[in-house]
């Protein structure tokens, strides 16, 4: 069955350094993937998508990657705040039109 | 309303009985989705609704589990004879299809958390 998979629960990083998250995905070949945000006691947030041709896509100190050979997305932030600090998930389109998630990684910024 | 509401935001009942949550997507998506958070994991996908197609129920864990969406707009989480591995966040996100808004992304609700002693 398809798998979506985030390696890291949990990532510690100094402030103004850059966090790199990463999600891999098996058994499948989705045509897109997304990126949330979630903060403690409230519903994701949509961050970005990026799609199967794209290789990288950018939205101010966000940048995602999107590699097909190794079945994988990046998730970087640069200059990093302690604002940043959040659980980001990546998801993608299940077979049946739905969107299945990972199980998101917890990125803590310290001052 | 603007964004997606959910209810109730807290539910606390007791094992054996049976609950409801209600989602109100926003006016005009078409695709509903049903997701379960347990506490610090990842979102466990339920089940989705899309226009008038029959809905992908692949998500639910057991026959306990059931949800309509009335009009193509609210929708209900059926819980029957609730268990306390049933605590969790639920959440509601709605959606336009991927063609029509460029990133099929998806809104959410607050979440109803729901205790079961």
């Known amino acids: 069955s398809q798998k979506i998979e985030q390696n890291s629960e949990a990532l510690n990083i100094q402030e103004g350094k850059t966090a790199t998250l990463t999600c891999n995905y098996t058994n499948y070949s989705p045509a897109y993937l997304q990126w949330y945000r979630q903060d403690p006691g409230r519903g994701p947030v949509f961050l970005l998508l990026i799609r199967e041709n794209e290789k990288e896509k950018r939205k101010e100190r966000l940048k995602v990657t999107f590699d097909t050979t190794l079945k994988q997305s990046l998730f970087h932030i640069t200059a990093s705040q302690p604002a940043d600090s959040a659980t980001y998930l990546c998801a993608t389109g299940g077979s049946q039109g739905n969107l299945i998630f990972g199980k998101g990684t917890k990125l803590s910024v310290k001052p | 309303g603007a964004g997606v509401s959910q209810s109730p935001s807290n539910k606390v009942t007791e094992k054996g009985k049976d609950v409801e949550l209600r989602c109100d997507p926003i006016s005009g998506h078409t695709a509903l989705y049903w997701y379960r958070q347990s506490l610090g994991q990842g979102l466990e996908f339920l089940i989705y609704?899309?226009?008038?197609?029959?809905?992908?129920k692949s998500g639910l864990p057991s026959d306990r589990f059931s949800a309509e969406r009335t009009g193509g707009s609210v929708s209900t989480l059926t819980i029957q004879r609730t268990q306390q591995e049933d605590s969790a966040v639920y959440l509601c996100?709605?959606?336009?299809?991927?063609?029509?808004?460029?990133?099929?992304?998806?809104?959410f609700g607050e979440g109803s958390r729901l205790t079961v002693l």
């Open positions: 996100a709605s959606s336009l299809p991927l063609g029509a808004s460029g990133t099929g992304e998806l809104f």
């Open positions: 609704f899309q226009g008038n197609s029959a809905p992908d």
